[in-house]
C-alpha cells in the first residue's frame, strides 16, 4: 500500500511539473524592422498628391482621401462645425443623392464613410480591386460638389445634440473637457465639446465658408493601398481632381499649451467612484526624444503590465482599468493617466501614481522589464502596419509630423537600442507631478479632503 501511495505522489509531482512548465509564456522571438512597401507618389499641379502603395493579395484596394484641415481650423464658436460638414457631405452631391451614393459604392463592394479629427477630413473606403478607379470617380464628386441639401441640416443638428447631450452625461467626457481646457486655453485642441446652442447657430452658410476656406487641391493626399491597377488609379485622380481648386496652402494653428499645477473637482453628488485625469503637456513625435519618452509611457502606464496599472489595479484594488497615454498633437504633445478609482481612494490613487513617477525618476528599471516592453510596443507596431489602413495611418502620421519615411523604417531599431538610463533620463526631464494639472469627476464632499491633503492646498476650484 505504501508503495502505491508513492508511485501516485509521483506521479502528481510529474504532472504538477508538467503543468507549471505548460504555464510559462513562450519564449518570444526578436522583433523584426518595419519596410515601408515600395510606394509610388504622383503630384497634380494643382498641389494635390496621390499616393499609392501595392500591398497584400486580398483582391481589394483601400482608398483614403484626407484633407488637412479639421477641427483644428474651427474658430471658438465653431467647434464641431467641421464635423457637421462632414455629416452634410455624407447627404449627397449636386448629382447623386446619399441613398444613389451607397448603392454605387456598395455594388463596388464597400462603402463611403466621412469622418473628421484635428487635423484631418477624411473620405475612405475598401471596394474590390476591379471598382478601385470608378470608387474614385464617385468619391471626387462627394468631395468637389457637395449638394449642401438645406432640408437635411435640421436633422443633423438635433442628430449632434443629442450626441452632445449623451457624452457630457458621462464622466469620461466631463473630465476630458476640462482637462484639455486647461492645458490648451487658447487653441482648438482646448475646445472639444460646443454647447447646444452654438450648433443652434450653425447655418449652411457657415458650412460652405468654412469649406471655402479649408478645402482645396493643396491641402488634400489621395491614398491607395492594396490590390489594383495603378495606371487606372492615377487615370481617375487626374480625369478628377485635376481641375478643382487649389485652395489654401497647408497650416495647422500652433498650440502653446500651458503647464500648471493645478487641481480642480466636478462634483458629481452620490457618484460611487471619480474620474480623473492627471498630466502634463510634453513633446510632439518630431522632439528626438519622442521614442524614448514613448517606450517610458509604456512601462510607466501605458500598457497592461506597466507600473501604475500592477500597484492600483493588481496590488491595491483601486481601480479595474487604469491607462497612461503620450497623445500626439501638431508641435505639442500630452502625457496623462486616466483611471476611474473608488471613491474613498482617490487621493491614494493619485498617491500611488506619484509615487511610481518618483520611483522611476530615482531609480533605474531593470534590463529584464525594459526588454519585456520593448518587444510588446514593437510587436504591436509591426502588427499595426499589416493591413492597408494601418499603412494609410503610418504615412498620414510620417505626413502631419513632418518626419522621414526612416523614422518608421528605424523605429524597431531605435527602440531596442535604447536602455534603462534612458527612461529614468525621460521621467526626470519630462514627467514631472509638480507641473501636472489633475481633473476630477467624483463626489466633492467624499474626495475633496483627500485631494486637499495630497496637494497640501488650502482651497479646490469650484
Given amino acids: 500500500m505504501k508503495n502505491i501511495i508513492l508511485y501516485i505522489m509521483a506521479i502528481v509531482f510529474v504532472l504538477n511539473a508538467t503543468a507549471q512548465e505548460k504555464e510559462l509564456p513562450p519564449k518570444g522571438g526578436k522583433p523584426k524592422d518595419f519596410k515601408l512597401p515600395e510606394k509610388q507618389t504622383i503630384s497634380l499641379e494643382n498641389g494635390l498628391e496621390l499616393v499609392m502603395v501595392p500591398y497584400g493579395a486580398i483582391p481589394?484596394?483601400?482608398?483614403?482621401?484626407?484633407?488637412?484641415?479639421?477641427?483644428?481650423?474651427?474658430?471658438?464658436?465653431?467647434?464641431?462645425?467641421?464635423?457637421?460638414?462632414?455629416?452634410?457631405?455624407?447627404?449627397?452631391?449636386?448629382?447623386?443623392?446619399?441613398?444613389?451614393i451607397s448603392n454605387t459604392m456598395a455594388s463596388m463592394g464597400g462603402n463611403l464613410n466621412?469622418?473628421?479629427?484635428?487635423?484631418?477630413?477624411?473620405?475612405?473606403?475598401?471596394?474590390?480591386?476591379?471598382?478601385?478607379?470608378?470608387?474614385?470617380?464617385?468619391?471626387?464628386d462627394v468631395l468637389m460638389h457637395p449638394k449642401w441639401p438645406t432640408s437635411d441640416l435640421d436633422r443633423l443638428k438635433n442628430d449632434m445634440k443629442?450626441?452632445?447631450?449623451?457624452?457630457?452625461?458621462?464622466?469620461?467626457?466631463?473630465?476630458?473637457?476640462?482637462?484639455y481646457a486647461a492645458i490648451y486655453p487658447n487653441h482648438p485642441y482646448g475646445n472639444i465639446y460646443p454647447t447646444e446652442e452654438m450648433i443652434d447657430s450653425y447655418t449652411i452658410d457657415n458650412i460652405k465658408q468654412f469649406y471655402k476656406a479649408n478645402f482645396g487641391a493643396k491641402r488634400t493626399v489621395v491614398y491607395v493601398v492594396g490590390k489594383f491597377d495603378a495606371s487606372e488609379v492615377e487615370k481617375a485622380v487626374k480625369?478628377?481632381?485635376?481641375?478643382?481648386?487649389?485652395?489654401?496652402?497647408?497650416?495647422y494653428p500652433q498650440a502653446t499649451p500651458v503647464t500648471?499645477?493645478?487641481?480642480?473637482?466636478?462634483?458629481?453628488?452620490?457618484?460611487?467612484?471619480?474620474?480623473?485625469m492627471y498630466g502634463l503637456p510634453t513633446i510632439d513625435?518630431?522632439?528626438?526624444?519622442?521614442?524614448?519618452?514613448?517606450?517610458?509611457?509604456?512601462?510607466?502606464?501605458g500598457s497592461f503590465g506597466s507600473r501604475i496599472t500592477s500597484n492600483i489595479r493588481e496590488d491595491k484594488g483601486y481601480t479595474y482599468?487604469?491607462?497612461?497615454?503620450?497623445?500626439?498633437?501638431?508641435?505639442?504633445?500630452?502625457?496623462?493617466?486616466?483611471?476611474?478609482?473608488?471613491?474613498?481612494?482617490?487621493?491614494?490613487?493619485?498617491?500611488?501614481?506619484?509615487k511610481e513617477i518618483y520611483k522611476l525618476q530615482d531609480s533605474i528599471p531593470s534590463k529584464e522589464e525594459l526588454s519585456g516592453i520593448k518587444n510588446y510596443v514593437s510587436g504591436v507596431f509591426v502588427l499595426q502596419n499589416s493591413t492597408p489602413s494601418g499603412i494609410v495611418n503610418q504615412?498620414?502620421?510620417?505626413?502631419?509630423?513632418?518626419?522621414?519615411?526612416?523614422?518608421?523604417?528605424?523605429?524597431?531599431?531605435?527602440?531596442?537600442?535604447?536602455?534603462?538610463?534612458?527612461?529614468?533620463?525621460m521621467t526626470k526631464k519630462y514627467i514631472k507631478p509638480e507641473g501636472m494639472t489633475l481633473i476630477v469627476v467624483g463626489d466633492k464632499e467624499k474626495i475633496k479632503y483627500q485631494l486637499r491633503e495630497t496637494f497640501e492646498k488650502d482651497s479646490l476650484e469650484k
Avoid: C
Wanted: aromatic share 8%.
Fill in 60 to 100: 481589394k484596394a483601400t482608398i483614403n482621401i484626407r484633407i488637412k484641415t479639421g477641427n483644428i481650423h474651427e474658430k471658438e464658436n465653431q467647434v464641431w462645425l467641421s464635423d457637421l460638414l462632414a455629416d452634410l457631405m455624407e447627404e449627397g452631391s449636386e448629382t447623386s443623392d446619399a441613398k444613389s
Fill in 114 to 140: 466621412i469622418y473628421v479629427n484635428s487635423h484631418a477630413t477624411t473620405l475612405n473606403t475598401n471596394v474590390l480591386s476591379e471598382y478601385a478607379g470608378k470608387a474614385i470617380f464617385t468619391m471626387a
Fill in 162 to 179: 443629442r450626441s452632445l447631450t449623451i457624452r457630457l452625461s458621462r464622466p469620461q467626457a466631463q473630465v476630458s473637457k476640462d482637462f
Fill in 239 to 251: 480625369e478628377t481632381f485635376a481641375v478643382w481648386k487649389e485652395g489654401p496652402e497647408v497650416q
Fill in 260 to 276: 500648471k499645477h493645478e487641481v480642480k473637482i466636478i462634483d458629481r453628488p452620490g457618484a460611487p467612484q471619480s474620474t480623473i
Fill in 285 to 301: 513625435p518630431s522632439n528626438p526624444d519622442y521614442l524614448a519618452l514613448s517606450i517610458t509611457n509604456s512601462l510607466l502606464g
Fill in 321 to 354: 482599468s487604469p491607462y497612461s497615454n503620450l497623445q500626439s498633437n501638431y508641435k505639442t504633445g500630452v502625457w496623462y493617466e486616466s483611471a476611474d478609482v473608488t471613491s474613498q481612494y482617490t487621493g491614494a490613487s493619485i498617491e500611488e501614481i506619484k
Fill in 395 to 425: 504615412l498620414s502620421f510620417l505626413d502631419l509630423h513632418e518626419l522621414p519615411e526612416s523614422w518608421l523604417e528605424n523605429k524597431v531599431k531605435n527602440i531596442m537600442e535604447l536602455t534603462p538610463e534612458q527612461i529614468t533620463e
